[in-house]
C-alpha cells in the first residue's frame, strides 16, 4: 500500500451508480432499466438497450465518504470530491465533480458523462476524495477500493475478464500465428485489445463436444475440458498483464486501467496471499525483473488460474460421472 505524509481516512469510499441513459443521435434520450448495472458486479453495460446510435452516457453516481470526512480536528480542508474515469485504451481520462448531499453529510451524489467516441471497450471508474493538506491542495485524503467498470460494448454488466472466442481451422487460417499452431486444440492471444481464444476446428469433435448440451457424461467432458481451456486463459493473461506494465519513476509498477487490470487485482490475492494487492503487485514485478523469484511463483500462478477456472469441481463431476457410468455397465 502506499505511504502518505500526512493523515488520510482509513476507510475507502463507496462508491453506488443510481441511474444509466443513453443520448442517441437524433437527441433523444433513452432511460436504461435497472438491469443496465449491477452492484454486486461493480459494472455498468452500455449495450443493454441495443441501441447502435447512441451518442454519450450519462452514469448518476452517489459516494458516501468514511467517518470522519467531516470531523471538526480532520487534518484537511476544501474538501472536495471527484468521479474519474480511465480508460486505458483510449489514454482518456475525464473528471467530474460531485456535490454534497447536506451541509453536515458525507453523502456526494453527481453525474458522469461517457462520449462514446472516447472510448473502444472497458473504462474504469473511481472516486477521489481531496483537500487541502498543510498549505497544498488537491491532496488524497480517500478513493474507492473497487472501481467500477464501465463496458460501452457489453450487454451484461460483468464486472470480471471479457474474453472474444473464435474458432478456426488453424491449418487454413490466413494467420501464420495460427498455422504455425496446427496440433494446439486452442491457443490464447493476449495481445488483442480483449484477450482472444482460437479453438481449432481441426480437432475431430471438439467443436460438437463444445456445443453439446446434454446432462450425460458428455457435458462433464465438456465442462472438464472448458475448465482446462480457462485454466490456459486464465495464466495466459496473467504473464500478458504482468509483462506489459508502467513503471513509475522510482521504480514501482502502476496497475492497468484495463483488463490487465482486472486480471491482476483478480489473480494477485491467491499469487501472493497475505498483503495488500498493490504490495502483491511489487512482490511479483520485482521476482520478473530480479534475478531470482519468478521461476518458484510459477506454481502460485498457476494455482490462482486453476482456482478461477474451477477446475476441481469440473474433475469431480466428471470422476463421479464416469464411475457412474462404470456401476451401470
Known amino acids: 500500500m502506499k505511504i502518505y505524509p500526512y493523515k488520510r481516512l482509513n476507510r475507502p469510499v463507496t462508491?453506488?451508480?443510481?441511474?444509466?441513459?443513453?443520448k442517441l443521435s437524433d437527441g433523444t434520450r433513452d432511460p436504461l432499466e435497472t438491469s443496465a448495472y449491477s452492484t454486486q458486479q461493480q459494472a455498468?453495460?452500455?449495450?443493454?438497450?441495443?441501441?447502435?446510435?447512441?451518442?454519450?452516457?450519462?452514469?448518476?453516481?452517489?459516494?458516501?465518504?468514511?467517518?470522519g470526512a467531516n470531523a471538526p480536528d480532520a487534518g484537511w480542508s476544501d474538501l472536495r470530491v471527484l468521479a474519474v474515469l480511465t480508460d486505458g485504451e483510449t489514454n482518456v481520462r475525464t473528471s467530474r465533480d460531485l456535490v454534497r448531499d447536506t451541509d453536515e453529510g458525507r453523502d456526494w451524489s453527481g453525474s458522469m458523462d461517457v462520449f462514446r467516441d472516447d472510448h473502444l471497450g472497458r473504462a474504469s471508474l473511481a472516486v477521489h476524495a481531496v483537500g487541502t493538506v498543510g498549505g497544498v491542495p488537491g491532496r488524497s485524503?480517500?478513493?474507492?477500493?473497487?472501481?467500477?467498470?464501465?463496458?460501452?460494448?457489453s450487454a451484461e454488466p460483468v464486472h470480471g475478464l471479457r474474453?472474444?472466442?473464435?474458432k478456426a481451422s488453424f491449418t487454413k487460417s490466413s494467420r501464420e500465428s495460427l498455422r504455425a499452431c496446427a496440433d494446439a486444440p486452442w491457443i490464447v492471444d493476449v495481445s488483442a485489445r480483449v484477450p482472444t481464444v482460437f479453438v481449432?476446428?481441426?480437432?475431430?469433435?471438439i467443436d460438437g463436444l463444445l456445443n453439446s448440451r446434454g446432462s450425460g457424461v458428455d457435458s462433464k467432458v465438456r465442462d472438464l475440458l472448458v475448465a482446462q481451456m480457462?485454466?490456459?486463459?486464465?495464466?495466459a493473461v496473467f504473464h500478458g498483464a504482468i509483462g506489459d506494465l508502467e513503471v513509475e519513476p522510482g521504480g514501482a509498477p502502476v496497475f492497468p486501467t484495463d483488463w490487465q487490470g482486472e486480471v491482476l487485482r483478480e489473480m494477485l490475492p491467491d499469487v501472493v496471499p497475505g498483503v495488500h494487492v498493490e504490495e502483491a503487485l511489487r512482490q511479483v514485478h520485482r521476482r520478473r525483473t530480479g534475478e531470482s523469484g519468478w521461476v518458484e511463483l510459477q506454481t502460485r500462478v498457476h494455482y490462482a488460474a486453476v482456482r478461477r477456472a474451477d477446475t476441481n469441481k469440473a474433475l469431480t463431476y466428471a470422476i463421479r460421472s464416469l464411475e457412474q457410468l462404470n456401476k451401470e455397465v
Not at 15 to 22: E, F, P, Y
Open 15 to 22: 462508491l453506488r451508480v443510481t441511474s444509466v441513459s443513453l
Open 44 to 67: 455498468v453495460a452500455l449495450a443493454v438497450a441495443g441501441h447502435t446510435d447512441w451518442v454519450s452516457a450519462t452514469i448518476g453516481l452517489s459516494a458516501t465518504l468514511p467517518p
Open 141 to 153: 485524503i480517500a478513493e474507492t477500493d473497487r472501481n467500477w467498470i464501465v463496458d460501452t460494448l
Open 163 to 166: 474474453l472474444d472466442v473464435q
Open 200 to 205: 481449432n476446428t481441426d480437432v475431430e469433435g
Open 230 to 235: 480457462a485454466t490456459d486463459v486464465w495464466t
